[in-house]
T-cell receptor
Framework: GENVEQHPSTLSVQEGDSAVIKCTYS??????FPWYKQELGKGPQLIID?????GEKKDQRIAVTLNKTAKHFSLHITETQPEDSAVYFC????????????????FGTGTQLKVEL | DAGVTQSPTHLIKTRGQQVTLRCSPK?????VSWYQQALGQGPQFIFQ???????QRGNFPDRFSGHQFPNYSSELNVNALLLGDSALYLC??????????????FGNGTRLTVT
C-alpha cells in the first residue's frame, strides 16, 4: 500500500520568514495530494490540494509543488504569522478507478510548525 | 452552512465495552469516511461509506464496523474495546464526483479514552 513520509517533524521559524515542509510517497498511482492544518483540539482543516496533472498551485501565502518523477511534494508558507502555528499533515490518494471508487487518504506523520515573534 | 459534526466530543469507556460514535456530513456531501488518530500521529483510514455501503476499508479488525443512513449520516461502532483503541476518531465527508478525488472535510472528532 501507499506510504507517505513527512519531514521535518518540528519546524521553528521567525515571524515573516518562510516555512517549507516536504513529503514523499511510494505509490506511483497516487494522483491527489492535499495538505491539512490541525490546531489543538480540532480536526484537520484542508488548506490546499494539488492533482497529479499540475506541478504547482498557489493560494495567497501558501503554495504546493509536486514532482511526480521523484514522487515528492512540498508545502511552502511565506510571510509566516503566529496564527500559522499548528500541526501540518500531507496526504496522498490513489486513483478511484483502482480502488473501486474509494478515495482513502494516506497521511504523513505531521510537522509541528511554531512561528516565533 | 454546518460543516461536519460529530458526537459525542469526549467519551470514556472500560475495556471490553462497546461504543458508537456519530457523524453528520457537510451539507451536499454523500460520502463519509472514518479515521483514527493516535496521539502525535497522522490519521489512519478505517473505512468509507457511500450509498449506505462500505466502499473501502483500511487495515482495522472486524471489531470496527459502521453504518450509513439514507440521510448520509454515519455511525462507527467498536466492539470489545482495548486500551489501544484510545484515540481521536475523525469523521470526514466528501461529495462523490465520478472518478475524481474530491476534497475531504473533517469534523473535530470524538476523543475516546479506554480505561
Amino acid at each position: 500500500g501507499e506510504n507517505v513520509e513527512q519531514h521535518p517533524s518540528t519546524l521553528s521559524v521567525q515571524e515573516g520568514d518562510s516555512a517549507v515542509i516536504k513529503c514523499t510517497y511510494s505509490d506511483s498511482a497516487s494522483n491527489y495530494f492535499p495538505w491539512y492544518k490541525q490546531e489543538l483540539g480540532k480536526g484537520p482543516q484542508l488548506i490546499i490540494d494539488i492533482r497529479s496533472n499540475v506541478g504547482e498551485k498557489k493560494d495567497q501565502r501558501i503554495a504546493v509543488t509536486l514532482n511526480k518523477t521523484a514522487k515528492h511534494f512540498s508545502l511552502h508558507i511565506t510571510e509566516t504569522q503566529p496564527e500559522d502555528s499548528a500541526v501540518y499533515f500531507c496526504a496522498a490518494s490513489g486513483s478511484r478507478i483502482l480502488t473501486g471508487g474509494g478515495n482513502k487518504l494516506t497521511f504523513g506523520t505531521g510537522t509541528q510548525l511554531k512561528v516565533e515573534l | 452552512d454546518a460543516g461536519v459534526t460529530q458526537s459525542p466530543t469526549h467519551l470514556i469507556k472500560t475495556r471490553g465495552q462497546q461504543v458508537t460514535l456519530r457523524c453528520s456530513p457537510k451539507s451536499g456531501h454523500d460520502t463519509v469516511s472514518w479515521y483514527q488518530q493516535a496521539l502525535g500521529q497522522g490519521p489512519q483510514f478505517i473505512f468509507q461509506y457511500y450509498e449506505e455501503e462500505e466502499r473501502q476499508r483500511g487495515n482495522f479488525p472486524d471489531r470496527f464496523s459502521g453504518h450509513q443512513f439514507p440521510n448520509y449520516s454515519s455511525e462507527l461502532n467498536v466492539n470489545a474495546l482495548l486500551l489501544g483503541d484510545s484515540a481521536l476518531y475523525l469523521c470526514a465527508s466528501s461529495a462523490d464526483i465520478g472518478t475524481g478525488n474530491s476534497p475531504l472535510h473533517f469534523g473535530n472528532g470524538t476523543r475516546l479514552t479506554v480505561t
